[in-house]
């Protein structure tokens, strides 16, 4: 029960109030003074009995002039009304010792780590922030400080203020730290996820999959190295933002990172792009620099290199054996300091074997590589994906992120993405457009059912006897159903036969055998 005593401001008041608590026997769980001659009590439960004598005794105290029943201490009722205001603010708040431990978190900042009440609190500030120096920050100056932190793929505005209580009138210590974090602002549409001087690029990329922590590993290996990368993908699978990410880790990071589509511009203007050209009048009797001039120290990315005319090829393959190329117009020769990185979504042995790319150029170009596996062959990402995603998208229409019917996952686990990340960032765009309740599901989606596998995904080969062309067929369409549903028990469930059943047509068929 919780007590409010109204009393005039005497020496030895609490005093006696505090032995009358003593002789019930009552254990005092709290009490608080207001300055204004108001004294709070918090005790336990008494019967009607115990509580009507109590109230009288109190009563007698000289200077006493009444006391109530209560349903909040005040501190209570502060602290009640504090929680709620931080768990309905739109920023993540994170309140922490000098120990580096949390001991505070509202609902945001929950929601932004996966965290529940009894795990968060008490944890290391570390733990979340692992690219943060508490100690460090402490050490330093403790000052107000704003940076960029990467979370989940997004990038966060954090703020972290040091919380000082005075000791006296001209003293004060450092008690807490409050950490904010605030979604970094997005214009509408926009899909890069990388700005161009962002040092955290790897931790823009979401992932659990194997196949996706072997690319990031190598490609951070790769990134610190001076020769030219070729970067395979199928559209949509983020090969410039992996290019950015390279050129953000490596010591050319803080020189220029230029893009270049070779499939954009003609053949003269192209060049002219890449090379620059020679003094004009239209440019004030100055030389026109060119991306690679502009680009000295830093990296050049040309995307879409399976897209360059023949003329382009000849002029990028000296330039890759020397580092040296003439401005267009001009007999001098510029030389520069450039690392190239080249993208393609098409296969470039297949173009040499048609005569529309030259061998030499591929050989200067495949010193290193990467290939980004398809979303479809990384099914264990789209979740993360998804919620990364909704993160991005709800910050932009300024709503609040939605949960996902339990279906919704499975239907976009079996769909195989043509598109790759880029579709399932404008569906996810879309699908909240459209979304009208709390929960987002197949429906706002949109997407082809698995049924529709035959329209245009899977060629129907018709050579040899029926026998052949049904366990062709058959051979096909459990490959592909096994990369959304990688195990026999999963397969057989989706497919409603027995798990012997497929677990030996997998066998037969040689499916998820390495």
Known sequence: MRLQVLCEDRLGLTRELLDILTSQNLDLRGIEIDPVGIIYLNCPELDFESFSALMAQIRRIEGVSDVRRIQFMPSERKNTELTAVLDNLSEALLSVGLNGQID????????????????????????????????????????????????????????????????????SVHASTVFQLRQSRQDHGQTELVSDSDPLGFEHFVGISNRHKALITQ????????????????TGTGKEMLARACHARSHRAAHPFIVLSCASMPDDVAETELFGHAESASNQGKPHKGIFENADGGTVFLDEIGEMSAHLQSKLLRFLQDGTFRRVGEDKEVSVNVRVIASTKHTLEQLIESGTFRQDLYFRLNVLNLKIPPLRDRSSDIAPLLDMLLVKHCAQLGIDKPSC????????????????????????????????????????????????????????????????????????VLEKLYQAFPSSRKLAKRLNVSHTSIANKLRDYEIGKK
């Open 405 to 476: 019917s339990a279906s919704l996952m499975d239907a976009l686990i079996s769909y195989s993405w043509p598109g790759n990340i880029r579709e399932l960032d404008n569906a996810v765009l879309r699908a909240l457009t459209e979304l009208e309740g709390t929960e987002l599901s197949t429906q706002h989606f949109h997407l082809p059912t698995l049924d529709g596998l035959s329209k245009g995904e899977a060629k129907l080969d018709l050579d040899g006897s029926l026998d052949h062309i049904m366990k062709r067929h058959e051979s096909q």
């Open 104 to 171: 505070m978190a509202n609902q945001k900042a929950k929601q932004l780590f996966h965290s529940s009440e009894q795990s968060i609190l008490g944890s290391s500030i570390s733990h979340l922030l692992p690219k943060f120096s508490y100690q460090a920050w402490l050490e330093d100056s403790a000052t107000r400080t704003k940076q960029t932190v990467v979370i989940g793929g997004i990038d966060y505005q954090m703020e972290i203020i040091p919380v000082h209580l005075m000791q006296n009138s001209d003293t």
């Open 219 to 234: 490609a951070k290996k790769l990134s610190m190295l001076e020769q030219p990368l070729l970067i395979e993908g199928n």
